[in-house]
């Protein structure tokens, strides 16, 4: 675990025992680059942070399923909705469909 602290516009990251190493990985590649490592940390967290406010929203809409606040609907009503007739399939059509996904 890291421990991370946010003031005004400085960030501040603690390194644990176990989390030395990526933070001579960061040390070293910051010299590579000939870069400030916290402009490493920005991008990193720049390219990041799309994917986690999706990720985010997304465990928001579970929550808000479980809790029973979103409205689902099964195959059969969506297709009554729209019109959509379902087509009967026989046995052998169903298992055919089986074998072809197996």
């Known amino acids: 675990m890291c421990y991370i602290w946010l003031m005004a516009d400085t ?9 030395q190493g990526l933070a001579e990985r960061l040390d070293r590649v910051a010299k590579s680059f000939k870069r ?3 402009d490493l940390i920005r991008e990193s967290i720049a390219e990041k942070m799309d994917e986690w406010e999706y990720e985010a929203d997304i465990l928001d809409e579970v929550a808000a399923y479980r809790r029973g ?7 059969e009503e969506i297709c009554a909705m729209h ?16 074998d072809s996904i197996e």
């Open 11 to 19: 960030l501040t990251i603690r390194w644990t025992a176990d989390q």
């Open 36 to 38: 400030p490592k916290a």
């Open 69 to 75: 606040e979103i409205r689902t609907y099964t195959t």
């Open 83 to 98: 019109g959509i007739e379902i087509p009967e399939l026989t046995e052998a059509e169903k298992q055919e469909i089986l």
